[in-house]
């Protein structure tokens, strides 16, 4: 893959693979006919697990243990056939080189072929199957006949597309697997109204009717409800479990938006083309900043050319659209000429006044960084995304709530696919709607923020989860000119937790670790000296472990079995001779395989080229050899302990100069840190536009307090967001001798967020965000102090205090305090001492919340 997979991401992939491993064995061994689905969010990166999940099925994956299927067979169906070339596209773009181009083939009316050909993926769309296509005339078209009866075909044509399905599954050294991108679409159930009516093409091509039905199929939508009660109706079909990715963690992924702001009128009035002035300025505005960002880093690429999308009714009048067009130029004069297009459905040029606006495909928008503005109806198209579009004017009215969320939902992307670090006004997206008031502004946040269901369509949402923010009056925070810089030191020390992977490799996080120090011009020849490190660790274990490997290899080598005599009547005469055999290299390169998962691909490799040396007859000896090692229990420990060792050795050594580097640089380097199963040390960073909101549901000011890190021009910060008892820990903290500044901890893990990590009930490890950190002391010595208020009554509580117990244990030296606040019945406040091993013995051993509390090892706050 050429893009490192987030988390969650990679966790997705894994699970897939496995079914993908399952269904292959369910299919050919057993039988039986599968399903599968893929739920995530608008913006979760489908198209990329896709990419990743193909790559194993062709090439495998050593990091999950998955073979290659030599004989897979992918066809990818949609219901859009530009999303077929977009999402070609897509694959090119994040396989790097390993899918090549002439693995992917969009079938047009001229294909006909015999079969499909294995290590290839085909894209077909609904519309291709329809009766009057050429790719199936000949089929029947009495809605009593199988679809896929074929009476004549088409001049010249030996196959249609239903021969060619046919045969693939038909032949058993071929596994075909059906891709149905948007799941939802096509699985709709029949009203009183259709009843009658036949099935859906692809409901039709996934159960056979006629022909032998597709052996696997695996959906991917955001929706996936109506795709898996759609399966369970299907006969001889055996779904396996939905997997839906957790919207909380894409939204901290940073590929997503983490604010949407809303802007409206606050009075009565006629105001569109004032507001989309306004829209203008802000696309302006984010103009200045993203080329401010770029000059900071010293990064080019980071260049972001921001858009303005325009969306209009679906029948707008002449005189709508030149006003609309009279009123940007007026408020953007320095506009190019050729800076605005439009994606109606018409697909041609439109004459607004003097002004010739041209059509450019949807797919074409985000790369045509010469359109700055875009004139749309509804949604555009499935699938479509624009991360480069920074603010949406919506000439909809307040009825057509459902057309605005779903574009918006299409320009929540980040437009670097990464969160900018500790700058809330590059990481949010604009909404400008002239015809909405308050109310009716807040019933389209409730949709942005998943309250209410966006549409039943099975369109999906728009993405995101905790963390995400809708606001409607917006103030930017930068750092508080009264906070002394020594404070800023201070937090620069906090300690903060990665979130652990399921499936990790010392070996692989140390050679990607060198690679990035390498490019960085940090540690010269890294890569070199890693491999060096690790083959002396393995030589060292030959040696320790040569008695063991010698017995390891003759095992390998001699091939055992047993003859049998038995008469006509199937009766064994006599006891079985045993025989032994040498095994070729073909069953030394299986064992071979087995050893790349114990000391990862690259990695055993590398030892059997240094171990044949120039010889390359001895390559077969080599092989033998590591496959051996890599059976001797204990070597995939100390291997994974030496890479620990020396990953952990450089990072510290090179910990200054990584902090000098770009964002994105230091991003991967903290992607790198946390390769591991276990939580490890991450460097918070510094916020550097905050925003918060400051006004009430009701449009009134929200109350203030001054000594945050962050601050408006006044040196004051919102605290609209905080309940009453965790305005009483704040006005306690601000009260204590020595006190100098506070923190409200981002409820997002971000790098600019304190994150510690604890394990879930179902032993998921998850992000617990402290809500306070609270600074103390004077010039000579500041105390950072964390204090979180957190209600003992919901179900994560007991996980949570176990986590901000851990924490205390490992890094408890480096604060003043670590405590969790929770209010009683009575509304007093009660307060656990984390760093108290007596209370971190108790929270270990309890199950009940309230009652530790309660309990003596709690006290009053």
Request: aromatic residues 8%; charged residues 30%.
């Amino acid at each position: 893959m050429k893009y490192t997979l987030k988390d969650y991401q990679a966790d997705a992939v894994g699970q897939m693979l496995s079914y993908f491993a399952d269904a292959r064995d369910d299919y050919h061994r057993k039988g039986r006919n599968v399903s599968f689905s893929l739920a995530a969010t608008t913006g979760a990166g489908k198209t990329v697990m896709a990419s990743a999940v193909i790559e194993a099925l062709f090439f495998g994956d050593p990091d999950w243990e998955f073979e290659p299927d030599p004989g897979a067979v992918v066809i990818w169906f949609t219901d859009d056939p530009s999303l077929n070339e977009q999402t070609k596209a897509r694959i090119l773009d994040a396989s790097g080189d390993r899918i090549a181009y002439s693995r992917l083939q969009v079938i047009e009316n001229t294909f006909n072929q015999e079969k499909f050909d294995p290590g290839r993926v085909y894209f077909l769309n609904s519309q291709k199957l329809s009766k009057n296509s050429l790719l199936v005339r000949g089929a029947a078209t009495d809605d009593n006949e199988a679809l896929f009866d074929r009476t004549a075909s088409p001049d010249l044509r030996q196959h249609t597309i239903w021969d060619t399905i046919r045969n693939t599954i038909e032949d058993d050294q071929l596994t075909l697997y059906l891709i149905l991108d948007e799941a939802h679409k096509g699985m709709r159930k029949p009203t009183r109204r259709d009843r009658a009516e036949r099935e859906t093409i692809v409901k039709r091509l996934i159960n056979g009717n006629g022909m032998p039905p597709l052996p696997v199929v695996w959906g991917i939508s955001a929706t996936i409800d109506r795709f898996t009660e759609a399966m369970q109706d299907v006969k001889d079909r055996y779904p396996y479990p939905n997997y839906e990715v957790d919207a909380a963690l894409i939204q901290e992924s940073g590929l997503l938006k983490d604010d949407i702001r809303l802007d409206f009128p606050a009075e009565k009035g006629v105001f569109d083309t004032v507001l989309l002035k306004r829209g203008a300025r802000k696309v302006k505005e984010a103009d200045r900043l993203w080329e401010a960002y770029a000059a900071a880093q010293d990064s080019p690429g980071d260049t972001v050319v921001p858009l303005l999308v325009v969306q209009v009714p679906n029948t707008p009048s002449t005189e709508l659209l030149q006003n609309a067009i009279d009123a940007i130029r007026d408020e953007w004069p320095g506009l190019p000429g050729d800076g605005i297009a439009h994606v109606f459905g018409d697909h041609a040029s439109i004459l607004i006044g003097d002004y010739e606006i041209p059509h450019i495909a949807p797919e074409r928008v985000q790369e045509a960084d010469h359109i700055r503005v875009l004139l749309a109806k509804d949604a555009i198209s499935t699938g479509w995304d624009c991360p480069r579009a920074e603010v949406l004017v919506s000439y909809r009215p307040a009825t057509d709530k459902t057309h605005i969320t779903q574009l918006l939902g299409r320009m929540v992307r980040t437009p670097l696919a990464r969160r900018i670090t500790g700058d809330d006004r590059l990481n949010s997206v604009d909404c400008v709607l002239p015809f909405f008031n308050r109310s009716t502004a807040t019933e389209v946040a409730d949709i942005l923020l998943g309250k209410k269901p966006e549409s039943d369509d099975g369109s999906g949402g728009t993405g995101g989860g905790q963390g995400r923010r809708v606001l409607f009056n917006p103030v930017d925070m930068h750092a508080n000119e009264a906070i002394p810089d020594y404070v800023w030191k201070a937090f620069d020390a906090l300690p903060s937790q990665s979130l652990p992977k399921k499936a990790a490799k010392p070996s692989k996080r140390l050679f990607t670790l060198a690679q990035a120090l390498s490019r960085d011009g940090l540690r010269s020849d890294a890569r070199k000296a890693a491999v060096g490190e690790m083959i002396s660790v393995l030589d060292g274990l030959m040696a320790r472990h040569k008695e063991k490997v010698e017995t390891a290899t003759y095992g390998i080598l001699d091939v055992e079995g047993e003859t049998i005599v038995a008469s006509v009547s199937g009766k064994a005469i006599g006891s079985a001779d045993t025989f032994h055999e040498v095994a070729d290299e073909r069953s030394v390169e299986a064992e071979f395989k087995n050893a790349q998962r114990v000391l990862s691909a690259d990695l055993a490799r590398k030892y059997a080229d240094y171990l044949a040396g120039e010889d390359d007859d001895g390559l077969f000896d080599a092989h033998l050899k590591v496959a051996a090692l890599a059976q001797i229990e204990g070597v995939r420990t100390e291997l994974n302990r030496e890479a620990d060792l020396l990953t952990k050795k450089w990072l510290t050594e090179h910990r200054v100069a990584i902090k000098g580097l770009p964002d994105e640089r230091q991003s991967v380097y903290s992607d790198i840190v946390a390769m591991s199963t276990d939580p490890q040390r991450l460097d918070i960073r510094r916020p550097r536009v905050r925003a918060e909101e400051t006004e009430d549901a009701n449009g009134n000011k929200l109350a203030t307090k001054a000594q945050h890190l962050m601050s408006d021009e006044n040196g004051l910060f919102p605290i609209g967001s905080l309940n009453s008892w965790e305005i009483r820990v704040l006005e306690s903290e601000m009260a204590q001798p020595g006190f100098l500044a506070w923190y409200r901890n981002p409820a997002r893990g971000s790098d600019d967020s304190l994150s510690i990590v604890y394990k879930d009930g179902k032993g998921n490890w998850r992000r617990i965000l402290p809500d306070f950190v609270f600074f103390s002391g004077d010039a000579s010595g500041v105390k950072a102090s964390i204090v979180d208020p957190h209600s003992f009554h919901l179900a994560d509580a007991i996980p949570k205090l176990q986590g901000l117990a851990n924490f205390a244990v490992e890094y408890g030296s480096e604060f003043h305090r670590i405590e969790a606040v929770a209010e009683m019945a009575d509304k007093t406040l009660r307060v656990l001492d984390l760093k108290s091993p007596t209370v971190q013995k108790a929270i270990g051993g309890a199950n009940d919340a309230e009652r530790l509390y309660l309990s003596s090892v709690a006290a009053d706050y």
